[in-house]
């Protein structure tokens, strides 16, 4: 159950004015926590203010989950979660700003594979096998990350995000993944196709993915820069180097 879902059944138990423990049933509590409401069509539903909330996000410790729960609060016939988080990346990808971008602390995650792979030898068999590079970048300080997997597969990738938010300590408020499948079903200007496992790790972890844009290299420079400090200061030094397993490299 991702942190918005579980912020908004404590608010929800907060309004409803019910101490803990209470005797009422479980069926009672889910009709007094969630009480039917009337069917409201979509094109009457309140369209969130994109440009404040962009504007928001931009303050410390403001999260797209935190938003979406105001916004709520405020409008409790609004969109859902999902529906906040995928219209916001929408919006923000036609805010086509030419000027030299601003990136705030903690603001953008942008990840990516490096173009070299590093060989591990099998000891037993001779086989040998190349790693995949996954490279992630802060957008401010340019800290970066970096570490081998096996593959590009989703597995991997979801597994190295994980990973990277371990090593930071913490997320970044919007991921931006260049249109590697695993990331992205759909390649598209304004609108991409986020895998769904994808867009169910950033909803868990409360971010919102940006892709970069196909052929808009200013979208992704940061993570480039990355991956040419990985390649020429990490991989370069340790050409020389046998690797025997994964966790070697």
């Not at 030419?98 to 602390?105: I, N």
């Amino acid at each position: 159950m991702g942190r918005a879902t579980i912020g908004e059944y404590l608010n929800r138990f907060a309004a409803s004015g019910l101490i803990w423990p209470c005797a009422l049933s479980d069926l009672e509590l889910q009709r007094r926590l969630f009480p039917p409401l009337p069917d409201v069509p979509s094109d009457q539903r309140p369209i969130p203010d994109w440009a404040h909330v962009h504007a928001e996000l931009r303050r410390p410790g403001v999260t797209l989950a935190l938003l979406w729960q105001e916004y709520r609060l405020s409008h409790p016939q609004g969109f859902q979660y999902s529906w906040f988080c995928e219209h916001y990346r929408l919006w923000a990808a036609k805010v086509d700003v030419v000027m030299r971008q601003e990136h705030r602390a903690g603001e953008k995650l942008f990840v990516d594979y490096a173009g070299q792979t590093v060989p591990v030898i099998d000891r037993r068999t001779g086989e040998i096998r190349q790693t995949q590079i996954f490279v992630a970048v802060l957008g401010a300080s340019s800290y970066t990350f970096a570490e081998a997997t096996w593959s590009q597969k989703l597995p991997d990738w979801l597994g190295s995000h994980v990973r990277c938010f371990a090593f930071l300590g913490g997320t970044s408020q919007i991921l931006v993944p260049d249109n590697l499948r695993s990331g992205v079903t759909k390649a598209h200007r304004y609108e991409p196709d986020i895998n769904p496992s994808y867009r169910d790790l950033a909803e868990h972890y409360g971010v919102a993915v940006l892709p970069a844009r196909s052929r808009k290299p200013r979208d992704k420079a940061k993570v480039e820069v990355g991956v040419q400090v990985v390649e020429r200061w990490i991989l370069a030094v340790l050409r020389n180097r046998q690797f025997f397993s994964l966790g070697m490299v």
